[in-house]
């Protein structure tokens, strides 16, 4: 009867120790499928927070665009661009003329990615920063 009772046990232990690694494991699949934000509508509390906003003293000049956006690659030529400065790395570039040296830079061509992957430069911009390329690179 002993023997009994104990696998009763036995059975009972296992069993109250399975749901509690359930609740765990439940417990952790809501964490990770949980949503990432909230969304806060008029009214809300957390509606009330102050928005920042990007500030814009104009466009960024062709220098600016450059070294903040440009250099990673021109300056070390990386996936084949020509670095700045390099005069004959440029000369078949410029040759082609400005316009064609606007749209490659803006849309993109071999191993450039369109706009330099310079999500918010305008097409002023990226001009100006092919401009300022082309000065340092005669």
Request: aromatic residues 4%; glycine residues 12%.
């Given at each position: 009867?002993?023997k ?28 990770r ?6 969304s806060?509508?008029?009214?809300e ?9 990007a ?17 990673s ?5 990386a ?10 790395a ?34 002023d ?8 390329m ?5």
């Amino acid at each position: 009867m002993n023997k009994v009772w104990g696998l009763f046990a036995a059975a009972g232990l296992g069993l109250c120790l399975s749901v509690v690694a359930m609740a765990d494991r439940q417990q952790d699949i809501a964490d990770r499928i949980k949503p990432a934000g909230k969304s806060c509508l008029v009214g809300e509390e957390c509606a009330a927070a102050p928005v920042a906003v990007a500030s814009s003293d104009g466009p960024r000049s062709g220098e600016q665009v450059y070294t903040t956006k440009c250099f990673s690659c021109h300056a070390t030529g990386a996936a084949g661009a020509p670095k700045l400065g390099d005069a004959a790395a440029w000369a078949p570039r410029i040759a082609q003329g400005a316009e064609t040296l606007y749209t490659h830079a803006i849309g993109g061509l071999n191993g450039m990615p369109a706009k330099g992957l310079c999500m918010d430069c305008s097409d002023d911009e990226i001009k100006a920063a092919v401009d300022h390329m082309v000065a340092g690179s005669q």
